[in-house]
């Protein structure tokens, strides 16, 4: 359908009647962007899962033979599944209404008002206006350009601003870093260039996780061990048990069921989940859900002084005039500055506040240059009383004066306590000349009071204290931000280096960066280049701001962390999102991150030793000929008491240690000697029952005595896994060995789950066979531990 040409696109945008139209015609933002998958995508991924249908099978197949004591598992499954749907659905109502708190909402002009709407309402010739670090969400034709420049990198990859004038296009997911204007959607909905990106950037999503690729590595290789041991204990089992086919499907479902970790992916998802809702709760949006555990892996954390260390606003402590210029003189420059920029940033708000403009000022404000991160300075030509025009500039010292200038010296003692410290200078030269700072005239010095966040030492201390290094990067003065981090306690504040006299080579970069820690007149390219050098060093980084100038760094670091308040660019690349605007969240971050991927690690272990042990079972008894030694409910019993209840707890509680690399090599190094370990004592004491029990009824005592076994085995590897010890955990590990002795001593459950100990002989020599198998383990940990150190 076609539409006006972009000149004649009106800037005081549509009327309520063209909105309306333009929606009936579909003509609107429409592109689904969703903080979380759908209920059905939910409910599918849960259910539909290929250990799953393994396990509905074999359930299926004991409903058929009976009794329904040996399809429990199935049960517990079905539990477990409800219990990570219900889960999920709790995080995606928690990710739902925590983005719409921190949506975009950009102004759009109607009926010749500004008014702000969500990005899903804006239609097609929409004028949307633009600030510095407003994101632009559908494509669209500059309609009014006030020295607007736009950053593309995140589109085109090219670093450097583009000065875009009126009739130039814009393109979804670029946005603004310096100057203003407006411009007219072409291209609204799914044809917006950026709309599938922006979609996916913003879901909720396990992919590119190194804890779930482990885990999937895991299962992949238990599936590799599954077939060929399930495929022999079908065959040995019906040869075995041939005069009793309903009994060999038994013992072979058995056999099959605890080779499955299917609880391993669902605690997972569980443990994801629950973090989610307590981040949540604290106000912190996880756009992307592995940033939970990448922020535990971090060693290096970037912090952008301005809006993470300091709060956003400022207070004008002093205007000291300079080279015998008088103050009131000084206030109206600064009073006629401030006028000329419709989008203040926070230091220019600050000098508007303290000078304001009135009617009767004696001076014109003419073409306004805004504020910079690159430039490191702002300015505007402005007319005097006697008719002359002149540029002004207003900006760093060190940057608008040569090294040598004397005034750098009292700017440098001001930097030292902490103080912001920016420069009011008169220009030789016109102002978009590329020299324009050459040869300037200082005329007074503004002197800024930063506001320190009352929670940035604590935050601070916290990541000291896990060994995380605090690395400062900010555009202000280096001495500035060394006497800013100095009273917050950093480590090395009081060695501030300037990122000018960084070397340009990325090794060497890295090396200094590491010495170092605090950084200033960092450009917004350098904070990237900066991260980059961190990361070729084997750093995990992450990199926390709240503007524009922080993009590029927060985009290309492991982890980025934006403020809530911070601009819609930063929050669109940030896979974390702080709402509360406190630094002081970080820390319960890293502690969920950390809860989710050590305790991961321990029920990791718990289930792969299961599955060893089963496999091991397995193919013994199809070695020796023999009936697999248990029956479904037997391993449900002891999976639920050694594995499933512990599990679910250790999975959930707090856990302080830092994340370490190499997931599926930890995992395997213990649970494979420790599944063997089991595996082995179990069926020796089974054979050995076998040889103690010569009557022909007697299958439920071996099978009562190799329970009995496995049962004490794998409680000792839970009491290993499950250090250190707290008093909750000592008493989880009790609680478990209790519901197991109620039980065998119950004679209503012993009738239930078919366990009958016999005589004294076995239950002890089950007993002395775990007692030997307990040293074996504590010694295959001492090795793993002593041999892979953490």
Not at 42 to 60: D, S
Not at 201 to 212: D, Q
Not at 420 to 428: D, E, K, N, P
């Amino acid at each position: 359908m076609l539409t006006e040409e972009p000149a004649a696109r009106p800037a005081t945008g549509l009327t309520s009647a063209q909105v309306a139209e333009r929606v009936a015609r579909g003509q609107v933002n429409d592109v689904p962007v969703r903080s979380s998958r759908s209920t059905v995508d939910i409910i599918r991924a849960n259910v539909l899962t290929r250990f799953n249908a393994i396990i509905g099978v074999l359930f299926a197949i004991i409903l058929v033979v009976g009794p329904i004591q040996d399809g429990l598992f199935g049960f517990v499954i079905i539990a477990n599944t409800g219990i990570g749907i219900v889960q999920e659905l709790r995080a995606k109502r928690t990710l739902d209404n925590l983005a719409v708190i921190g949506e975009a909402r950009p102004s759009v002009r109607r009926d010749g008002r500004s008014v702000q709407v969500p990005t899903d309402q804006i239609v097609l010739d929409d004028v949307v206006e633009l600030g510095p670090g407003d994101k632009v969400v559908v494509d669209g034709t500059i309609v009014e350009a006030d020295n607007l420049e736009i950053d593309e990198s995140l589109l085109t990859g090219e670093a450097d601003p583009v000065v875009k004038q009126v009739g130039d296009p814009v393109m979804s997911g670029s946005f603004v870093v310096a100057g203003g204007g407006s411009f007219a959607a072409t291209k609204v909905g799914r044809e917006a260039y950026a709309a599938q990106l922006a979609e996916e950037a913003s879901r909720f999503t396990l992919v590119h996780s190194e804890l779930r690729s482990g885990i999937d590595t895991i299962l992949r290789y238990t599936i590799y061990m599954m077939i060929p041991a399930a495929t022999g204990l079908i065959i040995s089992q019906l040869f075995v048990e041939s005069s009793d086919f309903e009994e060999a499907i038994r013992r072979m479902v058995a056999g099959i069921v605890p080779m499955v970790p299917e609880g391993l992916v669902l605690l997972t998802s569980v443990a994801f989940a629950i973090g989610v809702i307590r981040l949540g709760r604290k106000q912190c949006l996880v756009q992307e859900l592995p940033a939970i555990e990448g922020l535990a892996r971090v060693d290096v954390v970037c912090l952008d002084k301005t809006g993470t260390l300091t709060e956003g606003g400022m207070d004008v402590s002093e205007i000291r005039p300079l080279g015998g210029a008088d103050e009131p003189y000084a206030r109206e420059i600064l009073a006629a500055l401030g006028d000329s920029d419709p989008r203040p940033n926070a230091s220019l708000q600050a000098i508007i506040e303290e000078c304001p403009a009135d009617e009767s000022s004696r001076w014109l404000t003419g073409d306004a240059l805004p504020f910079s991160s690159a430039r490191k300075y702002s300015g505007a030509r402005l007319t005097g009383p006697d008719n002359r025009t002149e540029s002004w500039l207003l900006g760093a010292p060190d940057v608008l004066l040569p090294p040598d200038a004397p005034e750098l010296t009292e700017t440098d003692d001001l930097n030292a306590q902490g103080l912001r410290v920016l420069l009011l200078a008169r220009a030789t030269r016109d102002l978009h000349d590329p020299a324009v700072t050459d040869d300037t005239e200082p005329v007074a010095l503004v002197i800024l009071e930063q506001r320190l966040r009352p929670d940035a030492a604590d935050t601070l201390r916290y990541f000291a204290d896990q060994n995380v290094a605090a690395k400062v990067l900010s555009g202000d003065n280096a001495v500035s931000v060394g006497a800013v981090a100095g009273k917050l306690d950093l480590p090395g504040a009081d060695t501030p280096v300037d990122a000018r006299r960084l070397p340009d080579d990325k090794n060497e970069m890295g090396k200094a960066i590491e010495r170092g820690a605090v950084f200033g007149r960092v450009t917004p390219q350098q904070k990237r280049d900066m991260v980059g050098a961190l990361q070729a060093r084997g750093h995990d980084v992450a990199m926390t701001g709240d503007g524009v100038n922080d993009v590029l760094a927060l985009k290309d670091a492991d982890i980025g962390v934006a403020m809530g308040s911070g601009s819609e660019a930063t929050k669109s690349v940030a896979q974390i999102v702080l709402l509360n605007n406190s630094f002081a969240t970080l820390p319960s971050v890293v502690a969920e991150g950390r809860r989710v991927i050590g305790n991961i690690e321990r029920v990791a272990t718990l289930f792969l030793t299961k599955t060893v042990y089963s496999v091991l079972i397995a193919i013994l008894v199809i070695i020796w000929q023999v009936p697999y030694p248990f029956l479904p409910r037997h391993l449900t019993l002891l999976s639920a008491f050694t594995i499933g209840i512990p599990a679910f707890f250790l999975a959930l509680a707090p856990n302080k240690e830092r994340a370490k690399p190499r997931f599926v090599s930890r995992v395997i190094r213990y649970a494979m000697p420790a599944g063997l370990i089991a595996g082995a004592a179990t069926f020796v004491c089974y054979l050995l029952a076998r040889a103690h029990y010569t009557g022909p009824d007697d299958l439920d005592a071996e099978t009562s005595a190799a329970t009995l076994t496995l049962f004490l085995i794998a409680m000792w590897v839970l009491v290993i896994v499950a250090r250190p010890y707290t008093w909750w955990r000592v008493a989880l590990v009790a609680t478990m060995a209790a519901g197991f002795l109620v039980v065998m001593i119950t004679p209503v459950l012993q009738e239930f789950f078919r366990l009958r100990l016999v005589g004294l002989t076995m239950p002890l020599t089950a007993a002395a066979i775990a007692a030997c198998a307990a040293v074996l383990l504590e010694l295959a940990w001492h090795v793993v531990s002593r041999r892979f150190p953490a």
